[in-house]
């Protein structure tokens, strides 16, 4: 305080050609000290008289002070009273915040409730979600631990359990206290307690070896070496506290180490100083009333020559000043509030009838209104200002305790809080500073283990939520990224990947050509037409021969020409279905189907119809002349065809996704629209087989060394067992597969009516061509 009223001052910028001056009361950490003090400043006089100021030199302009939020509190409800200001640079205490109990109080210190925000904060940081809290027996413990229990739960996190420590010592308490930490699960203690109540728990739980547990400070107490016993201080080696912030007070260290008797000759601290700085006994001390007959041989006597720069530096840190930091803040505070009343210009002031008030004659409340609105850059460069209820705005410090092998500690700066910084970036850490009791790596503290990847937490009944056990989110669902507790249900046309943890688009499935399965398929289908194109091409060549001549060549060639064609309408059915190839895979199919059937029946007829019309009584002799057999295949076939074209035009197939087929995949298949007329459509083809069938089998017995009739039948036999065998395979089937089944029953019934009609034939004209004659074929040798 004498440095910084010394800069004012000397500074010809604030309050110029005014000097200010200064008193000092000690309250001695007693409430009842403080209350006196503040009655002498109020009265003017050491024998008191309310509300009266008996002052003749004035009174001072406002309280920096008190150090403790207890001495702070009831200065600050007689201060109000006569809206004197007070600026407090250490009473934390939330409850000053309130401006309609103390009006006249503003500090340079944050509140305590925003240091708690900062404190669950950090624990979030570390994803620490299970920690216990102490706290101390008095207003300020409870009030506080409550609110943070409530900030930790708000993040995520859970109390494991809140202990009181007792105002008066109580080993009973402590023990219990001890019991509960050593019992816990979690790694975590914050401490939110002062350090008298502190000391009693900090020895008993060092004489019980915790030292796997990370103690978690608060700025209610802070982790110095004021500790009575080494051992206190390795149990809380590695733990964290979070501090008011210190600033750099230019010049101050220089200052500091210009300070010397003889320079402040009426400062009653200045010889004791010297005495505890370098261990030395100065003669004769009437200031502070010390008297030496004689120096003990481990003593020295003061000369005024020693040289504060040969002191431990750690004592000038002053870069680590906390407190006198904020009192440096707390003067230039008023400074600059006096300094603005000084600069108010008449006409333009914020009192009645825009009036200033005259800085040698104002009320205090005048005063008070400049300070709350004060807004400077200070002599290190930060801003200082006051909210609407006198706090500054929260900025922390983070400091870790570490303890060295060679007995030397310190705190270390390991990052900070800043409330004012942008949502998410209010936390800066550098972990790489921090040094853990007994760990490498930040302890984990929590009730339950994280869950894997794709499951979610279940919380039993009457469970905290950081207790829990872990399910496994159901076929189609991620687990929340936003409460993990619960799962969602990924869109329809989507699934979750391997990890559950995001919905991925689901793969598309068909059968295409350029995997094995179409690609064999595709290629069986062309081997297969190449091979009956080969038979057409020899029946061509022997077109004059009795075997290729018998039950109407024509009707051969037309059947060879359609069982190509089935084999290749294979080919439509692989690929990726669109509206075009859905209607033209059945279509085409049944009507090539309907030709090749059409085309069998038409034959099986010719040959009942010759064999008849050797009969000299026989009617049906008449009918061959009409060439019926010849409009057999367009007339049947027409009748398919119309079926089709009413099943187009009224509800055709269309391609569609099936995303419920086949568990994690998007199927793109043919529907087939109107299953009415689809069903009339291979109905049709089924009764045209049937007949078929059955004409040939009435036809099998009739006399020939080469009946047809006999050879149509097992087609048909074969071509009936595929499609019969085909119905519950296709619907045994998914996806893919329900297509490849089609595409095998095609091809196999076409092959059956290929090698059953044709081989024989083929036969014959190709390894017995002594066969091949009429005689033998008609049965006449």
Not at 404 to 428: C, M, T, W
Request: proline residues 5%; contains cysteine; glycine residues 6%.
């Amino acid at each position: 305080m004498v440095y910084a009223i010394w800069e004012i001052n000397r500074s010809p910028y604030i309050l110029p050609n005014i000097t200010l001056g200064f008193k000092l009361y000690d309250t001695c950490y007693n409430q009842v000290r403080s209350l006196m003090g503040t009655s002498w400043i109020l009265s003017g006089q050491k024998q008191t008289v309310p509300n009266f100021n008996c002052e003749t030199e004035g009174m001072p302009a406002a309280i920096v002070g008190d150090m403790t939020s207890k001495a702070s509190i009831p200065m600050a409800r007689i201060l109000g009273l006569y809206r004197f200001p007070q600026i407090s640079y250490a009473a934390a205490h939330p409850i000053l915040s309130d401006k309609l109990q103390f009006p006249a109080f503003v500090r340079t210190i944050p509140n305590d409730d925003y240091v708690i925000v900062g404190m669950a904060n950090l624990a979030s940081h570390f994803n620490w979600t299970w920690v216990g809290i102490i706290s101390s027996d008095n207003e300020l413990g409870r009030s506080g631990s409550q609110l943070l229990t409530k900030e930790i739960e708000r993040h995520g996190g859970c109390i494991a359990f809140l202990e009181i420590l007792p105002i008066y010592s109580s080993m009973e308490s402590v023990l219990r206290i001890v019991d509960v930490i050593k019992n816990s699960k979690a790694t975590v203690i914050i401490v939110y307690s002062t350090m008298e109540n502190l000391i009693p728990l900090m020895e008993e739980a060092s004489f019980h070896n915790i030292t796997n547990k990370v103690w978690f400070g608060c700025g209610s107490w802070s982790i110095t070496s004021d500790f009575p016993r080494k051992d206190i201080l390795t149990t809380l080696n590695g733990s964290l506290g979070l501090s008011p912030p210190s600033g750099n007070i230019p010049g101050f260290k220089e200052f500091l180490y210009s300070i010397h008797p003889s320079k402040f000759p009426d400062d009653i601290f200045i010889k004791t100083f010297w005495q505890n700085a370098f261990g030395c006994v100065w003669p004769t001390d009437n200031t502070a009333n010390y008297t030496f007959s004689k120096i003990s041989e481990d003593q020295t006597l003061c000369t005024g020559k020693e040289r504060l720069d040969s002191i431990d530096p750690t004592v000038y840190a002053v870069s680590k000043f906390v407190y006198t930091y904020k009192i440096h803040n707390a003067v230039f505070v008023i400074a600059h509030a006096l300094h603005e009343m000084h600069s108010c210009i008449p006409g333009h002031g914020p009192f009645l009838n825009r009036s200033c008030a005259d800085i040698f004659n104002y009320q205090h409340w005048q005063l008070l209104h400049y300070i709350k609105k004060v807004n400077f850059i200070n002599t290190g460069g930060e801003q200082i200002l006051f909210d609407k209820n006198g706090d500054i705005p929260l900025y922390m410090d983070i400091l870790n305790w570490q303890l060295y092998d060679n007995g030397s500690n310190q705190y270390v700066h390991i990052g900070s809080f800043d409330a004012r910084a942008p949502k998410g970036q209010e936390l800066q850490m550098e972990e790489r500073k921090i040094a853990w009791n007994r760990h490498s790596h930040p302890p984990i503290s929590v009730c339950s283990n994280p869950c894997p990847k794709g499951f979610r937490r279940s919380s039993g009944q009457g469970q905290k939520i950081c207790c829990f056990d872990c399910v496994p989110c159901s076929e189609g669902e991620i687990l929340n990224p936003n409460d993990g507790a619960e799962c969602l249900t990924c869109r329809e046309d989507q699934w979750p990947n391997n990890s559950k943890e995001k919905c991925a688009p689901k793969p598309i499935q068909f059968l295409a050509y350029d995997e094995f399965l179409g690609s064999s398929l595709a290629f069986i289908s062309i081997i297969c037409c190449v091979l009956t194109f080969s038979v057409l091409c020899l029946f061509i060549i022997k077109h004059k021969t009795p075997i290729v001549k018998a039950n109407n060549r024509e009707l051969s060639y037309l059947l060879l020409v359609s069982i190509m064609f089935c084999f290749l309408c294979s080919l439509v059915f692989i690929g990726r279905p669109n509206l075009i190839t859905c209607m033209l895979r059945q279509v085409v199919f049944v009507i090539i189907f309907s030709i090749c059937l059409s085309a069998i029946l038409a034959k099986t007829i010719t040959v009942i119809m010759v064999f008849s019309a050797t009969n000299p009584d026989s009617k049906i002799k008449r009918l061959v002349g009409l060439r019926i057999p010849i409009y057999i295949v367009p007339s049947c076939t027409m009748v398919q065809i119309v079926l089709c074209l009413i099943w187009l035009c009224s509800s055709g197939p269309f391609a569609e996704y099936n995303m419920v087929a086949e568990i994690g995949t998007i199927i793109i298949e043919c529907n087939e629209g109107s299953k009415v007329l689809f069903a009339c459509v291979l109905g049709y083809m089924g009764l045209l087989a049937s007949i078929s069938l059955l004409v040939a089998f009435l036809a099998r017995n009739l006399p020939d060394n080469f009946n047809e009739a006999k050879f149509i039948t097992f087609s048909m036999l074969v071509f009936a067992s595929v499609w019969i065998t085909f119905i519950p395979a296709y619907l045994s089937t998914k996806g893919k597969h329900m297509v490849a089944v089609e595409i095998f029953a095609i091809i196999s019934s076409s092959a059956g009516l290929l090698v059953c009609i044709f081989f024989p034939k083929c036969y014959i004209i190709l390894l017995q061509p002594e066969m091949n004659n009429k005689k033998y074929i008609t049965g006449r040798k």
